[in-house]
């Protein structure tokens, strides 16, 4: 029964009261346009209950609603274009630096001539932001396609492996090329060292999967001093962290120019582009490396460095094995006798650096030399300053070899072993860590040895030389120059000028710390100021020698020079030109020489004929025949040639040959007065036959 209303209170809204509260059927009543666009507005973050509550309503109403009018699905497609438009914009911003070369080519390989590649001088940017003058590579030059006859190894590592302070003609690797060269004379010998000076094992790893692409018959790994302080490590200038898989991943991405815009981007933005003022231009690569000074023992740093160590060794020993190369990893040296601690750190934890390499002295001094190694080694893992790598590098070295059945030769143990009461010293290190020329030799014997005893060298191949005369002889023709020689010794001059050797105060230019003498000593300091490349260098020095008469040392820098770069025409033809210079004059013992350099460096139809004809002229008519073979082999229309290998022959008593090559000559050219008048001299020796 519905109850009247009372006096002043309208009926209507007590009606719909009524039928709301009691759900008559056949009567609906709708929400109000204000309630439905709050439910809508909050549907997606409130609930049934919640919007029922707000708008006093019963909560079966508000869902019975929502039942019957469901929210616009989103399409599909919609989600897809949302993904889609933020990598075509992308994309198109890829193509676009790509299109305007925006930065630089950061590819692994760079060609110097068509087929010819070397390391890319700015693939080094891949790991080098904030430090100006990036290292370089020693620019050994390999084919780009693999011959069939091409025996091809690649070193990797830091300044050690590179050879610094010897650099590009001193590491390792050229003794190791040279000793091939020797034994396999018939190979194609290709030994690319693509070391480079301050980057650590992060390097190493991102090179590899190029380095296997270039089918690679052997790898060798010198590596493990820079952890701490080389591109990437812990306590560099270019460190971004400590999370090997945050960094792998940034290195993975320096393929993009995108990746160096968002780079320049950040340095604009922060500054960064150059906060070291004129030591970024003028000190070494070691001082400006080095952000974390201080980097204790155990520490949290210190066991990030060993950790990064391990964890990308583990993964180049990995990816090596994946494609079956063959490998060999080296422990590494340093300097434990004579170089002191830099920093010494005195907290309480462990006793200072200092106090245990002065007690390591003195044990020295009373003849204890185990426990003086011992004391050496503990003061150097002691060093505050991480340039030389912790002992537990070495063990790692050890450990990861034998658990992947890599082979690992001992540099250590082989220093130690060349030294004085077996222990590492001066004697075969330069500074630090750097080995001395003698000691670079002596590890790449280490080396080879350990190649030759796996069989890592040419199988279908028997050495030339027998083995117990390969090292000396490898040794006498290791290739050095005395400018080479100059340039090390100014460069650890150079080295020790600056901090941590001394304050950067008292830092001295390269004029006063080099004192240069002569034209020799002025080219290294130039090249070291970076005012002439080291070829152009180096040539100007053996043109300086040949205006002052000394072919020695034209003959010895020139060999260098075309030993280093072989492919450049010019340097073959500067010696060509000097022998002509010495033939003309006569001067044929002068000219001999300049032709036999050219000759071990590149036989061709010019050296090979002038060398026979030569010894033809000095009555060596063996030794003449063999060189007018090869250069008529080379250029079989040289008719010159033809006439005297024709006379050599005959001289010889190889009448038949002299007679047939005779023909030939006359054949091509029937004029030739020489040829028939030895035509005439051969029938008539034949005929009396």
Known sequence: MITMPEQGQSFFPLLFYYFRENNLSGIEVGLSIKQIKYIEKNRSKLSVSKLAENLNLNPEEVKKYLDENPSAKTPHYFYLIMILIPILFFVLLEFSLRIFNYGYDLSMWGNVIEGKLILNPDAPRRYFTTVKSTPSSIEDIFDEEKSPNSFRVFVLGGSSAAGYPYMPMGPFSRYIRKRLELNYPDKKIEVVNIALSAISTFTVRDFIPEVLEQKPDLILIYAGHNEYYGALGVGSQESVGSSRELINILLYLNKYKTTQLVKDFLQWLFGMVDTEGSVSATGTLMSRMAKEKEIEINSGKYQSGIDQFEGNMNDIIQMIKEKNVPLIISTLASNLKDQPPFISISNGSYPPADKIFEEAEKEYASGKYIKAD???????????????????????????????????????????????????????????????????????????????????????????????????????????????????????????????????????????????????????????????????????????????????????????????????????????????????????????????????????????????????QEGNTNKAINFLEKSLMFNSNDEQVMYNLAGAYSMNEDYQKSYDLTMKLITRNPGHQGAQNLLIQLKNIIDKK
Not at 382 to 409: C, M, Q, T, Y
């Open 374 to 616: 011992s004391l050496y080694r503990f003061a150097k893992d002691l060093d505050g300053l991480r340039f030389r790598a912790p002992e537990k590098i070495n063990g790692i070295i050890k450990n990861l070899g034998k658990l992947n059945s890599v082979p690992v030769i001992d540099a250590d143990s082989l220093f130690a072993s060349l030294s004085i009461n077996g222990i590492t010293g001066n004697n075969l290190m330069t500074d630090h860590l750097h080995p001395t020329l003698d000691g670079f030799k002596e590890l790449g014997r280490l080396f080879y040895e350990e190649m030759d005893r796996r069989n890592y060298v040419p199988a279908d191949s028997k050495p030339a030389i027998e083995f117990a005369r390969q090292d000396e002889i490898t040794k006498q023709n290791f290739v050095f120059s005395e400018f080479d020689s100059v340039v090390a010794e100014y460069r650890i001059k150079l080295l020790r000028n600056d901090w941590p050797f001394i304050d950067p105060k008292l830092k001295k230019s390269y004029w006063e710390v080099c004192k240069p003498e002569n034209f020799k000593d002025s080219a290294a300091v130039h090249f070291l100021l970076g005012n002439e490349s080291w070829g152009k260098s180096i040539e100007k020095v053996a043109d300086n020698y040949f205006r002052n008469r000394s072919l020695n040392g034209f003959l010895e820098h020139m060999k260098a020079l075309i030993y280093q770069y072989p492919i450049v025409i010019e340097y073959y033809k500067k010696l060509e030109n000097v022998a002509l210079l010495f033939l003309k004059n006569q001067e044929y013992q002068l000219a001999q020489r300049v032709l036999h350099l050219e000759y071990e460096l590149e036989q061709n139809a010019f050296n090979t004929k002038w060398l026979g004809q030569i010894e033809l």
